[in-house]
């Protein structure tokens, strides 16, 4: 791996001289600045450095009831507004957004560690999306039916749901919200948002401009809190609260989905993903080894849709292995503001605790490590991990069930399409899945046959505002984006009109 051997960046005190008018230290509920009523707080550091970066409040039941209370009120005159005085309002957040995007990308590269380059990436789709959702509200059509009897007409219309309580992870601070926030708004919904306690100043930003931008009080509410479950309890107890919106993992989203079940609240959950990452025979290898980078590398490794197991086939092991340990070899390592970096550090302690873990197991089980295999101090104070290969993985190794969440490919060998498809589908998950061939048919029998919600043929990046991003399985339900995404932010009624 390049080694660029310093010391980080005082990536903090940047943060805090060039971007104060978006680095706020309050939760925003109606419209204004606030600390939690027991004015408790909690500390928000850099994974890069381990340092203190703000305290933000530590906000619990009563703070939330607070939020709520602000978004039920807000609602009624919110879903009521023409829907181009909406997307107006959600068009010019979205230019702000465009408008701050360095300041934006300093504050989530501090708060979150991925390279700058990434953050801006991630903005620039956080602020497509608002405004694909803010055109697809214009086309929120209702249906005329041929009446079912004499006299009458029947109409459907789509129509808001309530107040939205969203929950969001750390791994995309900002556009995971955007992605929820964007279409729950454009429709005429009320928001209640639930930041990740590592990443709650992404969030505070994204506030900030939406207020510029002219949102009434209320329709926006975030919530900042080391008490998460405090908080779920309390957006999913709430009969106001219609509908919940969670991205994270499987095991909270299976809790919030109980926990809104006494209410019968509507839900999506976008939760965890394990996916395979297929290089068949015939794949051109060079486009296969820059696929599988970008696709187990991007954020350290750390998204839901990473390259988790990566299937090689025999006739192509040995080429493909060489090659990609090259390509990985190469990957330059550090703090996120630094000029090249395209690995930053993971979130935390417990990250690094984790990908240890996984490795131990794998090469317990007959793994070799052959490049990296350990955290690195090289960077400073930081969460660091070398970005690792290891091979050949098999079914049996922990990493072959679970996320790894980590910079760490593991290469499984595999001899024909039947056995890998079977293997690929081999778990409870069914988030992205890829593949790289160059035959045809095979590109539409694999296809077919994986059990996934998004899949990649000989491409790794298949998140847009423009396509319908969710999964199957236990990697949950709903879709973001894409011509789908205000029906989950919307409710369908029927109208029958008499005496015509
Ligand atoms: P991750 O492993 O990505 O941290 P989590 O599912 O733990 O995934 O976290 C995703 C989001 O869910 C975060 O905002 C976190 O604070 C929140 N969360 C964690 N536990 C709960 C819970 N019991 N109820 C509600 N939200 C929770």
Redesign the pocket.
Known sequence: MATTKKKPAKAETHAQNDNAHLLKNRAYINGAWVSAKNKKTFDVTNPATQEKIASVPDCNAADTKAAIDAAFTAFPAWRKTLVKDRANILRKWAALIEANIDVLANILTTEQGKPLAESKVEISGGAAMIEWAAEEARRMYGDTIPAFKDGARVITTREPIGVVGA?????FPHSMITRKVGPAIAAGNTVVL????ATPLSALALAALAHQAGLPKGVLNIVTSAQ??V???TLTGDDRVRKIS????T???R??VAQSAPTLKKVSMELGGNAPFIVFDDADLEKAVAGAIASKFRNAGQTCICANRLYVQKGIYTEFLKSFQKSIEKLKLGTGQEKGVQIGPLINHDAIDKVTALLKDATGKGAKVLTGGHKTDDYGLGWFFEPTLIAPANQKMRLAREEI?GPVAAIFPFKTEEEVIKRANDTEFGLAAYFYTKDLGRAFRVAEGLEYGMVGVNEPVVSSESIPFGGVKQSGYGREGGPQSLEDYSLLKYTLLGGI
Do not use: C, H, M
């Open positions: 929950i969001t992870p750390w791994n639930k930041p990740a306690e998460a479950k908080v779920g309890a969670f991205t994270g993992s095991e909270v989203g809790l919030l969440f």
